[in-house]
């Protein structure tokens, strides 16, 4: 059996996530067969996975998983993630076990679900664990939710079943860290407790010194050791995002010669699909909060994936960015819609069977000639295809709910497996596919950019994917006791 070690955080957003990829690739580096596992993951920000035994395509996983995967050098699994959670209201969600559809649920039904849920969770950890040397496991929110500990499976309730010794990490870059990691300390039964062999402090900036008086106040109220304390990993920027949290802090960017603008939609989904323009150095990508308007400089304009495309379309036009998006037209402005985007581009999106909720139909945004009928079976799978426009490689995969049809899918914007997929405009100026990963493909992405203007685009994203990661494991060396964390694993 493998060892293990689990990272939990003061809080959510706290950076576990790049943290459990960067001891992965760390791990990795020492010649370990290491593997990432996550209990229960919430997040519209979903992968496709290799489902073990099973031919009729794939599963979903947090996004988190999937890059945590990369950093160990293994293919994905859905057994990293078995429970994932893909909210499509305020108060509910869908519920993804082991890579499938189980149900959807609201947020009080969920909680009577998740004893069942356990066994799932346990299975899937038995199977990452073989032929495994270490694997590391990430918290969800905070062992601290006392309130909730009675079904978790996340934290404490999975770390106490699984016998997983927990690191405790802390986010000082918000404030409150010593009273955080004193008051997780303060209210955690002693069966929770006993389970923590130390904390770390991440994100921090500064003069580490300063913090000195800071580790003696909670080594005080804890007894319990640091492993380290970790500075703002500039490295993690270059790394896909996964929770919708940090796009607050994707707003704004560096002035460019491309200005991407990107509607946040209330339910966005797969939002790293941007994350190749990110990294063109030629390219602004500006995430539009509800409420601002799509800014007129923009040359292109990217209306992403959705957990509910019908809700999402309606909000659309609640903060005035249809107008927006015709007034960019008219400029002779570039769109490309992806999935949920795709869907909003046409004429219609029709919800016959209420999938999405009660609202059974609305208007699109009309530009591409296209409906939708969303369809219960859920299409989820990795792809190989080529673009039509440039005769180029594209590689990616589908999570969708709908059948789009209508005259402009005679001019398709790639070709899936050998059928059609998307469609074009006849100015060739809007582009939508139900592919995710469009411009994960650096030969497209060029001759994309090329297209609007800007020359020496298609840098190779997955060599700096991983270059990222490499950084990120090489500070948290430098940084952490790492000999000490793997040490502790059993």
Avoid at 307 to 327: C, P, V
Wanted: glycine share 12%; charged share 25%.
């Amino acid at each position: 059996m493998a060892k293990a070690i689990m990272l939990q955080g003061t809080g959510s957003d706290v950076g576990k996530t790049v943290l459990v990829a960067g001891l992965c690739r760390a791990a990795k580096k020492r010649g370990l067969k290491v593997r990432p596992f996550k209990p229960q993951n919430m997040s519209n920000n979903a992968a496709v996975a290799d489902i073990p035994g099973d031919k009729a395509g794939g599963g979903e996983i947090g996004r988190a998983q999937w890059l945590q995967a990369i950093a160990c050098g293994v293919a994905p699994s859905v057994h990293m993630n078995p429970v994932l959670l893909k909210p499509q209201t305020d108060v509910g969600a869908q519920v993804i076990v082991q890579g499938k559809m189980f149900g959807e649920a609201r947020a009080r039904d969920y909680q009577a679900m998740k004893g069942r849920l356990m066994d799932a969770v346990l299975d899937s950890w038995g199977k990452v664990c073989e032929g495994a040397d270490l694997v590391i496991v990430e918290g969800a929110g905070s062992p601290a939710e006392i309130n909730l500990r009675s079904r978790d499976i996340a934290n404490m309730g999975f770390a106490t079943r699984a016998d997983v010794p927990v690191v405790l990490v802390g986010d000082i870059d918000r404030g409150g860290v010593i009273a955080s990691v004193a008051g997780t300390h303060l209210i955690l039964p002693e069966e929770d407790r006993r389970m923590i062999v130390g904390y770390l402090i991440n994100k921090f900036r500064g003069d580490v010194s300063l913090f000195d008086d800071g580790l003696k106040s909670i080594e005080t109220f804890t007894g319990w050791r640091c492993f380290g304390i970790v500075p703002w990993l500039k490295a993690a920027g270059r790394l896909p995002s996964e929770d919708s949290v940090v796009l607050e802090r994707l707003a704004s960017g560096e002035a460019r010669a491309l200005k991407v603008a990107v509607p946040m939609l209330g339910r966005i989904a797969n939002f790293d699909d941007l994350d190749p323009l990110k990294a063109e150095p030629q390219v602004e990508v500006v995430f539009v909060p509800p409420g601002k308007p799509l800014p007129a400089a923009a040359g292109l304009v990217v209306i992403p994936g959705s957990k509910s495309t019908i809700g999402d379309l309606l909000k659309f036009r609640e903060n005035g960015w249809d107008r927006d998006l015709l007034a960019h037209r008219k400029r002779g402005g570039h769109v490309v819609g992806i999935c949920g985007g795709f869907q909003m581009l046409g004429r219609m999106v029709r919800d016959p069977d209420g999938i999405e909720g009660s609202i059974t139909e609305a208007e699109g945004l009309g530009l591409l000639d296209v409906e939708t009928v969303m369809e219960p079976e859920k299409t989820v799978r990795n792809v190989s295809a080529r673009s039509v426009q440039y005769d180029l490689p594209l590689e990616g995969y589908e999570i969708h709910l709908g059948r789009t049809t209508g005259p402009d899918t005679l001019r398709p914007s790639a070709v899936i497996d050998g059928i059609e997929d998307g469609a074009v405009s006849a100015d060739g100026k809007v582009l939508g596919t139900y592919m995710h990963g469009l411009f994960g493909a650096d030969g497209f992405r060029g001759k994309f950019l090329e297209s609007l203007g800007i020359k020496g685009g298609g840098i190779d994203y997955r060599a700096e994917v991983e270059r990222a990661l490499d950084e990120v494991a090489a500070e948290l060396e430098t940084h952490l006791d790492c000999d000490a964390i793997f040490g502790l694993a059993r």
